[in-house]
């Protein structure tokens, strides 16, 4: 060997003994893991299919110690919130294992998520039109503190945080200011692991010294575990450890001053760079990344673990010979117990309860003009249907050729009594009571060119002798000339382009000549009998002689509104708060997605029997359609199906990643349930297969049994009343469920 290398070697041992330090082992058991704050272990997380995943963690290991304060650092989009998300439980890997406070994030009794978690989003996550004191108190009610806990708390925060008073709005506040709330709010209940995501960003740099002043004060007795991600990096030297995370993989993880020594650099951030260029060079190899770091050729013969730099799908040292001394089997200790931490496992806690209720009725009084129009756009949609629906059309024109007149500007003055002359003019004045209007013309095209012009809706041409063929045709009955018949006829060319209007004026035709004809026997004392078709309609059993298109539309159209606003008002709601990151926030307190369905539920059925009790005031009570049975019964089922509304809103919400979607979702359902329900066309005259669709849908019993109640007057002893109660409470329960298992299992 030659001098100079003799030389070189005591200091080089002593560099290597330096690099060496970082890679510390950790045995590969379950005791390990548990006893860390948190443990990462091969965490591999992707999007996208399987063709093009886009993948975030790639086979990650994280050591969190307990007591530690934990610095997470690395660019936008590498990865770390992702990483925060599934440690506190909210997304699941596609493999690997994460363990949090001794046990499984979401497994029970291991209180994450739940409150020995305090978790900061990126997102501001905060209730604008709270005050500060108002959201210290929901986060407090959650976390299980009392009012007065909440409030000695306060005041400690607000000097620490350098808030203004408590009584600011959060929405009045500055950005910084607003982050600093935030930072408070997870503060409050003294969780044992703080997980604060960018939480300087914007903060005056005296502030965020002294923000990481009460974060090392906090973990000095070892109880408290604070993972932080910020962008800047320099201002981690105050942590025990960081981790340098980049492409969904940690370049080092280890204690700031250790990584400035081992690669003699004066900045975290030089340190950064040097390591990040190192990763750029393509040594994929893990044996060459260690042998250019630490000089050590690569072992395959060793079992241990540890998360260390440029780790990747295994650690960094499951390729290199352990430092440490081996531990026999033999005296292995006992695995401890998982730790149970504070279980609140219950269906739905009252806590919870409280401030989820309490919460979404001040939101509501804080927005009570948004509320008025919520509670009031229903009453407006009735009147507008009550006024514009299933009314006779008025001011029809009809183009009128009456030989019986010598022009088309003589008056058509009708006769009376027995008087037997201008019968046709008799028949129009019977006809005119059915608000129509008569243009007169000279010739029969003229009258059906203002028909093809759209200048009239139908054209009646009278004979010359048409008085005196009805008089004949009369009297001579079964003997009468075929001539008398036909000149008796009036000679009708209707515009049948619009069935409603055409079969509405057919109507009024008919029952027009009806009231002529029995005009005339009256005036000249014959049997009203024998002028009328020998078809005789007794009394309706339900319903009025003359039924109208309001009275069969109204029930479907009273349900459709409760039920679609409903839909609007809970995916609406649910939507806002994931979008801004609250309903993260609070599932990750502890606050469970059947809690937070039930609060909705709570909150927005108040609101939905003020929507239904105004509307059928000015339904019935106003607008006075037909109500033959129980107002109590048809109540109950209007506000069934506005419940089964919200619970479609809460799966619609679930389901659909922004407002755009969920509005596509709402939308496209709209238009089949309106169509196939029978709303506004018998199920009876569908197609075959869409009547057994149609029989399935939310809406169709129900809007069958509310019309059996309106029109027939029939109790819940009927099976097409019932039947509507039975339909909705299974389709309550089967949004309701759907809803809860998509808040549970959908978590990315």
């Known amino acids: 060997m030659e001098p100079n290398q003799v030389g070189a070697l005591p200091g080089a041992s002593i560099e290597l003994k330096a690099r060496r330090a970082q890679f510390q082992t950790q045995a590969s058991t379950v005791d390990t893991r548990r ?45 770390k919130t992702t990483l925060l998300s599934c440690i506190v439980g909210r997304r699941r890997l596609n493999s690997g294992e994460i363990w949090v406070l001794g046990g499984k994030p979401g497994s029970k009794g291991s209180g994450v998520p739940g409150p020995r978690v305090g978790y900061m989003p990126q997102e501001l996550a905060l209730y604008g039109e709270f005050t500060i004191r108002e959201t210290f108190i929901y986060f407090g009610w959650v976390a299980g503190m009392s009012t007065v806990q909440v409030d000695e708390k306060l005041e400690f925060l607000l000097q620490l945080l350098e808030l203004p008073n408590e009584n600011r709005f959060v929405k009045s506040l500055s950005g910084g200011q607003q982050r600093r709330v935030s930072i408070a709010a997870t503060l409050l209940a003294d969780p044992e692991l703080l997980i604060l995501d960018e939480p300087t960003v914007g903060v005056d740099p005296v502030l965020r010294q002294n923000i990481w002043d009460h974060l090392v004060q906090l973990t000095k007795d070892g109880t408290k575990t604070i993972i932080i991600t910020t ?20 370049l080092a993880e ?23 260029r190192k990763q750029n060079m393509g040594l994929r190899r893990r044996s060459s990344i260690l042998s250019s770091v630490t000089g050590v050729p690569p072992d395959i013969d060793v079992d241990d673990e540890m998360s260390g730099e440029f780790g990747d799908n295994v650690s960094i040292s499951s390729r290199r ?39 979404n009725f001040l939101w509501m009084w804080r927005n009570v003009g948004v509320m008025l129009f919520i509670i009031g756009l229903p009453v407006m949609q009735t009147i507008l249907f009550c006024l514009s629906i299933g009314k006779d059309p008025v001011g029809l024109k009809m183009a009128i050729v009456n030989h019986e007149l010598n022009n088309s500007h003589q008056p058509c003055i009708p006769s009376t009594g027995c008087d037997e002359r201008m019968y046709s003019c008799r028949y129009l004045k019977h006809l005119a009571t059915r608000d129509v209007k008569y243009d007169y013309f000279d010739t029969e095209e003229e009258a059906r060119h203002a028909v093809e012009k759209g200048h009239a809706w139908a054209a009646f041409s009278f004979p010359r002798n048409y008085t005196d063929s009805i008089v004949a045709r009369i009297a001579e009955g079964k003997d ?26 057919k109507r009024d035709i008919y029952k027009s000549f ?13 049997s009203r009998r024998a002028t009328t078709i020998p078809i005789y309609f007794n009394q309706p059993i339900y319903g009025p002689e003359e039924p109208n298109f309001t009275n069969f539309a109204a029930p479907g159209i009273i349900l459709t509104i409760i039920f679609f606003l409903s839909v609007a008002l809970t995916s609406g709601a649910m939507l806002l708060e994931r979008n801004e990151g609250l309903l993260e926030r609070s599932l990750v307190s502890g606050i469970t997605g059947t809690e937070i369905l039930f609060g909705q539920v709570v909150t927005q059925f108040v609101v939905m029997i003020g929507q239904t009790v105004m509307m059928l005031v000015f339904v019935f009570a106003i607008f006075k359609l037909t109500i033959e049975g129980d107002i ?24 659909c990643e922004n407002e755009r979607s969920a509005t596509y979702m709402a939308m ?11 709303i506004i066309w018998p199920v009876q005259g569908m197609h075959p297969a869409l009547r057994a669709i149609s029989i399935v849908l939310p809406l169709t019993k129900s809007t069958e049994s509310i019309r059996a109640m309106l029109a027939r007057g029939w109790g819940m002893s009927e099976p097409a009343v019932y039947e509507g109660f039975i339909s909705i409470f299974v389709w309550i329960l089967v949004f309701q469920t759907i809803a809860i298992l998509l808040l549970k299992f959908k978590k990315g």
């Not at 996208?48 to 304060?69: C, H, R, S």
């Not at 280890?254 to 390591?275: A, C, G, I, N």
């Not at 026999?328 to 989820?356: C, V």
């Open 321 to 359: 010979r352990s430092i440490a001394p081996p531990v026999l089997n033999d005296n292995a200790p006992e695995l401890p117990p998982e730790e149970e931490g504070k279980s609140n496992f219950a269906p739905l806690n009252p806590q919870h309860m409280k401030a989820l209720i309490w919460k």
């Open 254 to 276: 280890e204690s700031p001053r250790k990584l400035m020594e081992m690669h003699r650099l004066d900045t975290l951030e030089d340190v950064f760079l040097k390591l990040s």
């Open 35 to 79: 006893r860390q704050a948190v443990c990462v272990r091969r965490a591999f997380k992707k999007y996208g299919g399987k063709n093009n995943p886009n993948i975030i963690l790639d086979g990650l290991n994280m050591t969190v110690p307990k007591g530690a304060i934990y610095g997470l650092l690395g660019a936008s989009g590498c990865g």
């Open 480 to 505: 009468a000339e075929s001539w008398t018949a036909t000149y008796a006829d009036i000679s009708i060319a209707l515009d049948m382009s619009n069935q409603q209007i055409a079969q509405l004026l």
């Open 231 to 250: 962008h800047y990096i320099d201002e981690t030297k105050q942590a025990t450890m960081i981790g340098l995370m980049r492409g969904g993989k940690f």
């Open 514 to 526: 009806e009231k002529f004809a029995a005009d005339i026997a009256e005036g000249c004392n014959y």
């Open 632 to 655: 109590a019964l048809v109540s109950a089922l209007t506000i069934l199906c506005g419940l089964c509304g919200m619970c479609f809103g809460f799966v619609v919400a679930c389901s």
């Open 668 to 678: 496209g359902s709209f238009l089949p349930i309106v169509m196939l329900c029978g």
